[in-house]
């Protein structure tokens, strides 16, 4: 199992609210993930709504509901695909950043907590299925772009991660 220690403590509305339903999403009964929420003590993946002027000055666009920001085991963050594909190094630390500007909380409850268990997925490695080695439309993926309609991990994201981790 490949165990995931989130805390959103700092996570501002409107996606407090989904916080504790997006890990758990990780837990359904054919996911080989387990995910908690623990103290900000404790946690490898913090979940954080920035002020507007960090989310500003870091470059990420007004148009993205969130960003994952990973690092690896040499301290390093972790930038391009082809930068994880290349590494042979662990991903150690991982943050979400959720968009703190007020007009971006048009998505639905089920899309914001799509959202963050999408994010989630990053944080363990996942990309955007529809990127790079792209999969058939008509399979079910949380880690699309898109919204489908369901916010839980789907098979194809249990697999990779079995694939990605030995599992
Ligand atoms: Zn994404």
């Not at 930068?83 to 089920?110: H, R």
């Not at 989630?120 to 080695?133: A, S, T």
Request: net charge negative; with cysteine.
């Amino acid at each position: 199992m490949l165990r995931l220690n989130a805390n959103g403590d700092y996570l501002k509305a409107p996606y407090i609210d989904n916080f504790g339903s997006s890990v758990s999403n990780w837990m359904n009964s054919s996911s080989p993930v387990v995910a908690y929420s623990v103290s900000f003590s404790t946690s490898t993946v913090d979940l954080t709504t920035p002020t507007q002027t960090s989310w500003d000055n870091a470059g990420i666009s007004y148009y993205a509901a969130a960003v994952a920001i990973l690092y690896d085991s040499a301290g390093a963050q972790i930038m391009t695909y082809s930068q994880a594909q290349n590494s042979n190094k662990m991903i150690t630390y991982g943050a979400v950043w959720c968009n703190p500007d007020g007009n971006y909380a048009g998505p639905t409850e089920l899309d914001q907590t799509k959202i963050l268990t999408h994010e989630l997925g990053h944080i363990m490695g996942l990309g955007h299925p529809e990127m790079y080695n792209p999969i058939p439309a008509s399979t079910m993926s949380v880690m699309r772009q898109s919204a489908l309609g369901f916010s839980t991990p789907q098979a194809h994201e249990n697999s990779d991660i079995r694939t990605m981790y030995g599992l």
